[in-house]
């Protein structure tokens, strides 16, 4: 299972910190990924972390603002959101699926529940 928490109200500039956390298998098994979905797209991957070396990925458009990170300890993967803008306004979603990231859009064959994350003034 994956538990995705961690979503809000912030105002463009803010930062949110999400996290997912998993339970029935390890993070040393499985990479991670963040995806989103705004009104009216579809889900789009965000970031993964892969599951051997912790290599990470960005989409474009969230690279230097978004830092994903994992404790492996707690079992729990984090998504770091700086400088928001309204853009960034969506469902965000964790997923897994392989144990390596093909890029920043994880393999997801397994989906934790989203989490809202609004971006406004």
């Known amino acids: 299972q994956l538990q995705a928490s961690g979503g809000g109200l912030v105002q463009p500039g803010g930062s949110l910190r999400l996290s997912c956390t998993v339970s029935?298998?390890?993070?040393?098994?499985?990479?991670i990924g963040w995806f989103r979905q705004s009104p009216g797209q579809g889900r789009q991957g965000v970031s993964c972390i892969s599951a051997s070396d912790g290599r990470t990925y960005y989409e474009d458009s969230v690279k230097g603002r978004f830092t994903i990170s994992r404790d492996k300890a707690k079992n729990t993967v984090y998504l770091q959101m700086n400088s928001l803008t309204v853009e960034d306004t969506a469902v965000y979603y964790c997923?897994?699926?392989?144990?390596?990231?093909?890029?920043?859009?994880?393999?997801?064959?397994?989906w934790g529940q989203g989490t809202l994350v609004t971006v406004s003034s």
């Open positions: 029935g298998f390890t993070l040393d098994f499985y990479a």
């Open positions: 997923a897994t699926g392989d144990y390596y990231c093909p890029g920043y859009t994880a393999v997801a064959y397994y």
